[in-house]
């Protein structure tokens, strides 16, 4: 009978993990490829906003400026009658003409279109949208589709180390819960079955088995929050490409600038198209404790650039940042640190009061490196300063609501600082603001 409870417990368990990782990798392949499709579309529709109102030579010159050095996706402008006149990845006096591609016939026909197929171009599994202009060209892009497998083994060695460690623990629980279960049965005597108390010595199982469940419902309560606190976050890096690019559209950016703009609206494009990628790299960091391969970084550079995107949003409030830096170097990963910087700024924000103002402070100090970010908003009361870490934990509930606050900003940035060495320091005073201390160890080597 032991060996029987032992051995059913610890089957249940690892086929109970075995499916459930099989379900989140099917959910987590299908979310994905729905999102890159997503992108792609959003990249597209927010292109032709600019385009429109060009003419064709200047559509040409303004996406050779934009993606000729661009290798990641490929954009091609198709004349109405099929005659490619731009693409970025290909000699267009070679394509032949591409009115027949079914893309290019939807755009045609219903404003917009969308086809996957093998490119007769560079030989690779491809995903088309193409979005029909006010001149009557066809502005298409395209990007290879990640296939399943490809993304099955991305995220492979995180999925085994944590069915590595769930089939040990299980092992190890199974053997105790069997002992916990039979043993006081096997110490019952048959003669004085009355006053044997088995209810008493099975309580701590039960017990266990109520704590677990609990703590199940927790981590499911915690994913589901998860997924739709990130879905929020997506979205932050995309208004910043809509205002960039609803000022070339509308004429207010000067021509020197619309290079600059799309620099801009490329590398935020590349944030959210990354930021799924950058959290499960974070979860990755977290276990191993450490930074790998790390480089030297301009913390007064990155704070700049995380100033320069947040600005105007801090404007629509009325609020002034003042920005002290001294240039300054640390180690580490520049997308973790960028995400760091950004998150303590978009706080500093969304948890302002209108007409407030944010004083950030780059340099050296005493302890290390130094990234200060200090704000005139709502405080922190003192029961809750260190509790603001923990994942999706709001102190104003109503306010977070408010400004879309998710919870998950000062997580990222504890784990960010942790994989760092850098240690964090919150001071809070309720309805005077907050300021946030971060101290890197000054390991750069001169």
């Given at each position: 009978?032991?060996?029987?409870?032992?051995?059913?417990?610890?089957?249940?368990?690892?086929s109970?993990?075995?499916?459930?990782?099989?379900?989140?990798?099917v959910a987590?392949?299908?979310?994905?490829?729905?999102?890159?499709?997503?992108d792609?579309?959003?990249?597209?529709?927010?292109?032709?906003?600019?385009?429109?109102?060009?003419?064709?030579?200047?559509?040409?010159?303004?996406l050779?400026?934009?993606?000729?050095?661009?290798s990641?996706?490929?954009v091609?402008l198709?004349?109405?009658?099929?005659?490619?006149?731009?693409?970025?990845?290909?000699?267009t006096?070679?394509m032949?003409n591409?009115?027949?591609?079914?893309?290019?016939?939807?755009?045609v026909?219903?404003?917009?279109?969308?086809?996957?197929?093998?490119?007769?171009?560079?030989?690779?599994?491809?995903?088309?949208?193409?979005?029909k202009?006010?001149?009557?060209?066809?502005?298409?892009?395209?990007?290879?589709?990640?296939v399943?497998?490809y993304?099955?083994?991305t995220?492979?060695?995180?999925?085994?180390?944590?069915?590595?460690?769930?089939?040990?623990?299980?092992?190890?629980?199974?053997?105790h819960l069997?002992?916990?279960?039979?043993?006081?049965?096997?110490?019952?005597?048959?003669?004085?079955?009355?006053?044997?108390?088995?209810?008493d010595?099975?309580?701590?199982?039960?017990?266990r088995?109520?704590n677990?469940?609990?703590?199940?419902?927790k981590?499911?309560?915690?994913r589901?929050?998860?997924?739709?606190?990130?879905?929020?976050?997506?979205k932050?890096?995309?208004?910043t490409?809509?205002?960039?690019?609803?000022?070339?559209?509308?004429?207010m950016a000067?021509a020197?600038?619309?290079?600059?703009?799309?620099?801009?609206?490329?590398?935020?494009?590349?944030?959210?198209?990354?930021?799924?990628?950058?959290?499960i790299?974070?979860?990755?960091?977290?276990?191993?404790?450490?930074?790998?391969?790390?480089?030297?970084?301009?913390?007064?550079?990155?704070?700049?650039?995380?100033?320069?995107?947040l600005?105007?949003?801090?404007?629509?409030?009325?609020?002034?940042?003042?920005?002290?830096?001294i240039?300054?170097?640390?180690?580490?990963?520049?997308?973790?640190?960028?995400?760091?910087?950004y998150?303590?700024?978009?706080?500093?924000?969304?948890y302002?009061?209108?007409?407030?103002?944010?004083t950030?402070?780059v340099?050296?100090?005493?302890?290390?490196?130094?990234?200060?970010v200090?704000?005139?908003?709502?405080?922190?009361?003192?029961?809750?300063?260190?509790?603001?870490?923990?994942?999706?934990y709001?102190?104003?509930?109503?306010?977070?609501?408010?400004?879309?606050?998710?919870g998950?900003?000062l997580s990222?940035?504890?784990?960010?600082?942790?994989?760092?060495?850098?240690?964090?320091?919150?001071?809070?005073?309720?309805?005077?603001?907050?300021?946030?201390?971060?101290?890197f160890?000054?390991?750069?080597?001169n």
């Amino acid at each position: 009978m032991r060996k029987a409870i032992n051995g059913t417990l610890k089957i249940l368990t690892i086929s109970s993990v075995i499916v459930s990782m099989l379900l989140i990798l099917v959910a987590y392949c299908t979310q994905y490829s729905i999102k890159e499709k997503s992108d792609l579309k959003s990249r597209t529709n927010i292109l032709a906003q600019c385009l429109d109102g060009y003419d064709e030579n200047s559509e040409i010159n303004i996406l050779t400026k934009m993606y000729d050095d661009v290798s990641d996706i490929r954009v091609t402008l198709i004349k109405s009658d099929g005659t490619v006149i731009y693409d970025n990845e290909a000699d267009t006096t070679t394509m032949e003409n591409h009115f027949e591609r079914p893309e290019v016939k939807q755009a045609v026909t219903y404003g917009n279109g969308s086809s996957s197929r093998n490119s007769e171009t560079i030989g690779e599994k491809i995903y088309y949208y193409a979005v029909k202009l006010n001149n009557g060209s066809i502005l298409r892009m395209s990007q290879p589709t990640k296939v399943i497998m490809y993304m099955v083994l991305t995220i492979m060695p995180i999925v085994i180390i944590i069915l590595i460690c769930v089939i040990a623990v299980s092992f190890v629980s199974a053997k105790h819960l069997t002992k916990y279960i039979l043993d006081p049965i096997n110490e019952v005597d048959i003669n004085n079955i009355g006053k044997a108390e088995i209810y008493d010595e099975l309580k701590p199982f039960f017990a266990r088995i109520a704590n677990q469940n609990a703590e199940k419902e927790k981590t499911e309560k915690i994913r589901r929050e998860f997924t739709a606190n990130v879905s929020h976050e997506l979205k932050t890096p995309l208004t910043t490409i809509s205002g960039y690019a609803q000022m070339i559209s509308n004429g207010m950016a000067k021509a020197e600038d619309i290079k600059e703009f799309g620099r801009k609206i490329e590398k935020e494009s590349d944030r959210l198209l990354t930021l799924i990628d950058d959290i499960i790299n974070l979860s990755n960091i977290d276990e191993q404790g450490s930074v790998e391969n790390p480089e030297n970084i301009d913390l007064s550079l990155v704070t700049e650039e995380a100033i320069c995107v947040l600005e105007k949003a801090a404007k629509e409030r009325g609020i002034q940042i003042y920005y002290t830096k001294i240039p300054t170097f640390i180690k580490g990963n520049v997308t973790l640190v960028s995400e760091l910087v950004y998150n303590l700024l978009d706080n500093a924000i969304k948890y302002n009061k209108d007409n407030g103002k944010i004083t950030v402070f780059v340099g050296e100090s005493a302890k290390g490196v130094e990234l200060s970010v200090k704000d005139t908003g709502i405080g922190i009361p003192p029961e809750d300063t260190e509790r603001i870490f923990e994942r999706f934990y709001r102190v104003d509930k109503s306010h977070s609501k408010k400004v879309g606050g998710t919870g998950l900003g000062l997580s990222i940035v504890k784990h960010v600082c942790a994989c760092h060495n850098a240690t964090i320091r919150v001071k809070s005073k309720v309805g005077k603001g907050t300021t946030i201390y971060v101290t890197f160890p000054n390991n750069v080597n001169n």
